[in-house]
């Protein structure tokens, strides 16, 4: 089955740094990839999310970047503003058939933004 | 308001007794999920419709929890003589289609949770 996993819990940085939150996989066969950001006492919400024909796929100030030989994926945050301030999850998608509809997410990783 | 909606958003109640949650997912969106999350942990799921076919279930899904979504609409999570252990956020989702629309995406719209605490 799918796990995901998160390189660090908590990531602390100051307002107009980068941030960078990094997430592993372990199936190689997953082809789809999202992040999600949830903020307190809200449902998570959908940020960016790639396919793996791809290594690199850009939003408003964010940027997903995908290694599949390592299984890796990352999330940067440009110009980080305290709005950001969040639990960011790495998600995938089980594999084949109806269990695509299935998420499985990591663990997390605490963004806290200090003006 | 036109997101995803659950009903209620706290719950407390006590051993053993049963427990219902509603989700109303986004008016055109023909899949609904649910997932529970526990304090440090991401979504874990538990089950999801694609109209009102359940899909998949997950093993975390007791006997003593049943979801049914009877129209193809609102879906109803209930847990039957609950336990501690079940005290949790209780998330909906909702998704326009599966993989193969034309984003070829798996967004899914979370609902903000409904808190349960179990004493």
């Known amino acids: 089955g799918e796990s995901v996993g998160l390189h660090l819990p908590t990531l602390s940085v100051q307002e107009g740094d980068n941030s960078i939150i990094n997430c592993a996989y372990s199936?190689?066969?997953?082809?789809?990839f999202i992040w999600y950001k949830q903020e307190s006492g809200k449902g998570p919400q959908f940020i960016i999310d790639?396919?793996?024909?791809?290594d690199k796929r850009q939003g408003q100030r964010v940027t997903v970047l995908l290694n599949k030989t390592v299984k890796h994926l990352s999330l940067q945050i440009a110009a980080t503003q305290p709005g950001d301030s969040a639990v960011y999850f790495c998600a995938v998608p089980g594999s084949g058939g109806t269990s695509y509809g299935k998420l499985t997410f990591g663990q997390g990783t605490i963004l806290t933004v200090h003006p | 308001d036109t997101g995803v909606s659950q009903n209620p958003r706290h719950k407390i109640t006590k051993r053993g007794q049963n427990v219902t949650f509603r989700c109303d997912p986004i008016s055109e969106h023909n899949r609904l999920y649910w997932y529970r999350q526990t304090l440090g942990q991401g979504p874990e799921f538990l089950t999801y419709f694609q109209n009102e076919a359940q899909l998949e279930k997950s093993r975390l899904l007791s006997d003593r929890f049943s979801a049914e979504r009877p129209k193809g609409s609102f879906s109803t999570l209930e847990i039957q003589r609950t336990e501690q252990g079940d005290s949790a956020m209780y998330l909906c989702?909702?998704?326009?289609?599966?993989?193969?629309?034309?984003?070829?995406?798996?967004?899914?719209?979370f609902g903000p949770g409904t808190r349960l605490t179990v004493l």
């Open positions: 989702a909702s998704s326009p289609r599966g993989a193969g629309g034309p984003r070829g995406s798996n967004e899914q719209f």
């Open positions: 790639i396919r793996s024909n791809m």
């Open positions: 199936n190689s066969a997953s082809d789809y």
